[in-house]
């Protein structure tokens, strides 16, 4: 290289640049800076104030497969919602269990007792014994955002007190529970899950659980889901009252299937799918009403019934023992209204 233009080069770079450049460069640096810390301050204290309420739940599970041992370990999270001790965690992880300990964030363990739980919601209440126990605050899922600061607190794989954050990705998702129910107003979230974290708090920018963090979707990135904390109210005042959550029940097993064109137009329908019955159960109020195995459901209530779905969401605890309007077809040729009564829900 010539000798001039070496010179010219190492000039360049061991001269300071522009006072104006380096203020620009300095004020970008100084705004990044700004923003991290923001962002590392609002997750350092959401975990501060909330982790002593997070706990591990750790559990061992009735096993009635023969050749394997009596009981099975499990594990995952919760968090305390009341100074007296009661715990939210998932259904899904203290189902079917012999015994159930929780460790609190002190290091200390104690036998919990499984107050009520509620598969249909995947939701769990257990209680503890001790007073003035470190407590979660709980904030309202129905102000939530899209993009909004999502912070999860949990246990997964058993490495307790684990936080990873991410923003709100979609709301209004629909997740199916392990009895059929669709759960709705799910959260999803890209704040990252693993197993060990059921039953953690989803956390806001002001350390308020805004959800119960549920499930993930295996071999997917980013895309996790929680349980609205509004929902969870209600479930656990239900739990608390009666140990368990009252719903309708009308005796049918049923699928949802598509209707012919010509039956739509013939009986002029607004809904291109209803509800086969597969199943009557013998003295339920589906029997009394006189539906039989092969009839479509189409309507429930006054209201289309064009899925298995849409007749859940109609059994509530207030359509107990109150009279329904069901419209349905049998044989794809008539169409008949009936009156129900729904009972309590067995189960």
Known sequence: MDNKLLDAALKYINSPSPVGDQKAVSSELEQDADLLDAYSRAVTGVVARVSPGVVHVKVKKKVSRPGMRPDMEGSGSGFIITPDGYIVTNSHVVEEVNSVEVSLSDGNTCPAEVVGQDPATDIALLRISGPGLPMVSLGDSDKLRVGQMAIAVGNPLGFQSTVTAGVISALGRSLRSRTGRLIENVIQTDAALNPGNSGGP????????????????????????AIPVNTMRWVVTQLIREGRVTRGFLGISGQTVPLPVRVVRYFQLSNASGVQVTDVTPSSPARQAGLKEGDIVIALGGEPAASIDDIHRRLTREAIGKSLDVTLLRGWTHRLEKVIIPAESPV
């Open 202 to 225: 989803l956390l806001d920018s002001n350390g308020r659980v805004i959800g119960i963090n549920t499930a993930i979707i295996q071999y997917a990135q980013g895309i996790c889901f």
